[in-house]
C-alpha cells in the first residue's frame, strides 16, 4: 500500500470538506514523486441549476475550487468530442500527449491545458454506487509525462478517492436539497439535526405575508404555463430580496409567500424590520419594472399587497411524526396573514402592524384601527408616511 492510500484510509477519509480534501490529496499526490499539476474531478449533482460540480486544484495556487455547469452542458460543444464525452461513453480512461494534438480531431480542452504548459493528460471514470460516474482527470507539466507506473498508481488511487468524493458529492445534494426546498437557515437547523416533532425555538422576526391580487380569476383564465411563468417571476424577485436584505422565504403557499427576517447576531430587532420594509419598497419597483415589459408582451401584470409584523414565533417542527414541516407558527403569523389580506379592502399595496411600526426610524402613518378575522382585538394600522 503506497502512502497515499495509506492516508485516504486515515485521515483522507475523515476531512469535512470536500475542498480541503482535494488540496491535502494533490499535495500527497506530488509527494508521493509524482509530477501532478492539475486535477479536477467532476460529478453529477441534483440542483435547480446545475448539472454537475467540477472540483479543479491547480499548482499555480495549490487551492481547489468548485464550478457549477448547467443543465444542458452535454448537449454543447464543450461536451461533444471532449474527453468526458469519451469516458462516459466508452467506460474506459482517454490518455492523450499534449505535445502531439491534432486540431481536426482533438477537443479544444485539450489545447487550453497545452497551451497552459501541460504535457500529458488522463482522465479515468470513477463509478459510484448509485451507478452514475463521477470522472477525475490528472494533467502533467513534467517535459516526460506521466510514466506507466505513474499511471497505474494514479488508477488505483480512483478506488480510494471514489468512495469518500461520493460521502462528499452525497453530503452536497442533501445540502443543496435542503436549502432549495426549506431555505439555507432552516436546512442548517434540520441538517444540524432538529428533525424532531415539536422541537423549536422562539425567536424574534420580521413577518412578510404576500400574494398576487387576481390570482384566483388569473389562475381561470391563463393556460398553466402561463401561471407558473408569473408565479416563479413573483417568487423569485420576492427570493433574491429577501435574500439580499438577511430574510429567507419559508413558504411558498399559491400564489402567497411567507418571509421571516430573525432577529440574530447579525441584525437586531430595528434592522430586521427596516430591511422588510426595504424589501418591500425594492419590491414593489421591481413588479413595476417587471409591469412594463409585461405590458408590451400583453401578459397579465403583477399586483401584489404586502403585510409587515414584527412578533415572537415559534420556529421548529410540526407535522405527522413522518411528515414534518419546518416553518414558524404563532399569533404573529396569523395576525401577518390577515393583515395581508386588509391591503385589498384598504387599497394600500403595503400594510405595517403597530408593532413593527414601532420599531422603524423610517416615517409612519396611522391609517386607522380594523377588525382581523380570528384576532381578539381591533388591530391599529400603519402605511409608510412617504
Keep these: 500500500m503506497t502512502t497515499v492510500e495509506k492516508w485516504l484510509l486515515t485521515e483522507g477519509r475523515l476531512i469535512p470538506e470536500v475542498l480541503d480534501f482535494i488540496e491535502q490529496l494533490c499535495e500527497r499526490i506530488n509527494q508521493s514523486g509524482i509530477s501532478l499539476s492539475r486535477l479536477r474531478i467532476g460529478v453529477r449533482t441534483i440542483h435547480p441549476q446545475n448539472d454537475i460540480w467540477a472540483y479543479t486544484w491547480t499548482d499555480e495556487d495549490k487551492k481547489a475550487k468548485i464550478w457549477g455547469a448547467a443543465h444542458g452542458i452535454r448537449s454543447t460543444d464543450s461536451y461533444f468530442g471532449s474527453p468526458a464525452e469519451y469516458v462516459h ?3 474506459k480512461p482517454f490518455r492523450k500527449t499534449l505535445t502531439d494534438l491534432d486540431p481536426d480531431k482533438d477537443h479544444p480542452v485539450l489545447f487550453e491545458q497545452r497551451d497552459a504548459g501541460q504535457t500529458d493528460y488522463i482522465m479515468f471514470p470513477m463509478p459510484f454506487m448509485d451507478r452514475s460516474k463521477a470522472l477525475i482527470s490528472y494533467v502533467t507539466a513534467d517535459p516526460a509525462g506521466f510514466s506507466n507506473e505513474n499511471l497505474t498508481e494514479l488508477g488505483r ?12 458529492s452525497t453530503r452536497e445534494v442533501a445540502i443543496t436539497l435542503l436549502n432549495t426546498y426549506l431555505g439555507r437557515r432552516s436546512g442548517k437547523q434540520v441538517m444540524n439535526g432538529q428533525i424532531q416533532r415539536g422541537t423549536g425555538e422562539t425567536i424574534e422576526a420580521a413577518l412578510w405575508f404576500s400574494d398576487i391580487r387576481g390570482y384566483t380569476q388569473l389562475s381561470e383564465e391563463l393556460a398553466p404555463s402561463e401561471v407558473f411563468s408569473l408565479l416563479n417571476t413573483y417568487f423569485q424577485i420576492l427570493s433574491d430580496l429577501a435574500l439580499e436584505y438577511g430574510g429567507e422565504v419559508l413558504k411558498f403557499i399559491g400564489d402567497a409567500v411567507l418571509i421571516i427576517f430573525p432577529v440574530d447576531q447579525k441584525m437586531n430587532a430595528q434592522q430586521a424590520c427596516e430591511n422588510a420594509v426595504h424589501a418591500a419598497q425594492d419590491a414593489f419597483k421591481q413588479f413595476e419594472l417587471e409591469n412594463r415589459k409585461r405590458a408590451l408582451k400583453i401578459q397579465p401584470l403583477i399586483d ?3 403585510a409587515l409584523h414584527f412578533g415572537e414565533v415559534v420556529y421548529g417542527n410540526v407535522g405527522a411524526i413522518d411528515r414534518l414541516d419546518f416553518t414558524v407558527t404563532g399569533p404573529a403569523v396569523n395576525l401577518t396573514a390577515r393583515l395581508e389580506e386588509l391591503t385589498k379592502e384598504t387599497k394600500e399595496p403595503l400594510l405595517l402592524s403597530a408593532a413593527l411600526a414601532n420599531q ?27
Design 89 to 91: 461513453s466508452q467506460n
Design 157 to 168: 488511487l480512483i478506488d480510494y478517492i471514489a468512495p469518500i468524493m461520493e460521502i462528499h
Design 304 to 306: 401584489s399587497g404586502v
Design 360 to 386: 422603524l426610524t423610517i416615517p409612519t402613518k396611522h391609517i386607522g384601527t380594523f377588525p382581523l378575522k380570528g384576532i381578539r382585538e381591533a388591530t391599529p394600522v400603519f402605511i409608510l408616511a412617504d
